[in-house]
Every structure is written in C-alpha cells, then in structure tokens.
C-alpha cells in the first residue's frame, strides 16, 4: 500500500529564511506527487504537482526517485506562507485518489 | 474562480443518530470525493463517485456510509448511526477528470457526542 510521510509536525522560521517542507513516500509504481496547502480558515488547495515542474508563489518541488521524495522548497519565506502544507500522492492507475500525509505547519515569523 | 460548496459548516449530533453531509460540486464536474480528517490526524479517503456510481472507495467507507447525488447539483454523504469516532472534518471534492486537479469544500466538521 502506498503511504506519505511528513516527518516534521511544525516548522518555524524567520521571514528570508529557506524553506524545505520534507515529504517521502512509499509506493511500488510510478505515483504522481503534489503539494497542497490549507491557510488559517481556507479550504484546502493544490499548490503543486510534480508533473507540472512549475514554481508557485515561490516554492518548487522535484520528485527523487531515487530516495522517493518529494520535498517543498522556498529559498525565501514570507509571512503569508504561514500555512499547512500537505503531500499527495496518486496512483498512475486511472483513479483520482490521493493519499496524504499528516502535514507540517510552516510558521514564518517576522 | 468556482467553488466546491459544502453545508452545513457545523454539524452535532448523538451517538447513534444518522447525519447527511451535504455537498455541491462544481457545476461541469464529473468526479465526486468524500475525504475526511479526524482532528490531528491525516486527510483520509472515504469514495469517489463517477457516473452515478461509487468508483472507488476505501476500507472506511463501510455499510454505515453511503453517498447519493439526488439531483444535478448535490453530491450526499450520509453516515447511519454515527459513532464517537465517526467525529471528523468531512471534505467534499470534484475533479472534472481523473486526471484533472481536485478542487476540496470547506469541510463540514461533525461532531458527535
């Protein structure tokens, strides 16, 4: 069964710090990763997918195969990133579901 | 941009009682998901619903839930007398395809006591 481990429940830093928000998986085939964030009151949202190989609002994110992670990664905090971040994965199967980590709270202080 | 609206936002009831979670999709969305989140816990999958019929759903989902699109427009979990444990953020989602990205509700927090 595949499974998503978010190893940090919270993560505090200082407004320009660096960010990396780890994530690993186990997952016998070839799944397709994402990030998504809940900010304080909001609805849980896509920020990224591996596939897509984009930078949203500053984060990246690169699937390693090889160590089967999938770490989020912003060279410079800001405040309003102070959010819930989870990791995603979804079998290649032709099914949608997603399996979820527990999540890390990123807080950005000033 | 359109939204998954899910009602009500609050939900308390007894042990034993049944609920109905209530859920609106985006409009040409063909993809419906139940996940749910015990408070501390992960985001779990429930079911996905395609075409008028459950596509998948998980080990959760058992003879006490079931979901229903009545009409058009609503997309329903009901869970038939709820357990203490059955207390959860309930998220609805829709996708317009399997592929596509998921867009979540709120969250219908149900309390049982």
């Known amino acids: 069964a595949q499974r998503v481990t978010q190893p940090e429940k919270l993560l505090s830093v200082f407004k320009g710090a660096p960010v990396e928000l780890k994530c690993n998986y186990s997952y016998s085939g070839s799944p397709e990763l994402f990030w998504y964030v809940q900010y304080s009151r909001q609805r849980l949202q896509l920020l990224l997918r591996h596939i897509s190989r984009e930078s949203i609002k500053g984060f990246t994110a690169d699937l390693n195969k090889g160590e089967t992670s999938f770490h989020l990664k912003k060279p410079f905090a800001q405040e309003e990133d102070s959010a819930m971040y989870y990791c995603a994965l979804k079998e290649n199967s032709g099914y949608s579901t997603l399996t979820f980590g527990k999540g890390t709270m990123l807080l950005v202080s000033p | 941009e359109p939204e998954v609206t899910q009602t009500p936002s609050h939900q308390v009831t007894q042990m034993g009682q049944e609920v109905i979670l209530r859920c609106v999709p985006i409009?040409?969305?063909?993809?419906f998901y139940w996940y749910r989140q015990i408070l501390g816990q992960k985001v779990e999958f429930l079911v996905s619903f395609y075409n008028n019929e459950i596509s998948e759903k998980s080990e959760i989902f058992d003879d006490q839930f079931s979901v229903e699109r009545p009409d058009g427009s609503n997309f329903t979990l009901k869970i038939r007398s709820t357990k203490l444990e059955d207390s959860a953020m309930y998220f609805c989602?829709?996708?317009?395809?399997?592929?596509?990205?998921?867009?979540f509700g709120s969250g219908t927090q149900l309390s049982v006591l």
């Open positions: 409009s040409n969305h063909l993809y």
């Open positions: 989602a829709s996708s317009a395809g399997v592929n596509e990205k998921l867009f």
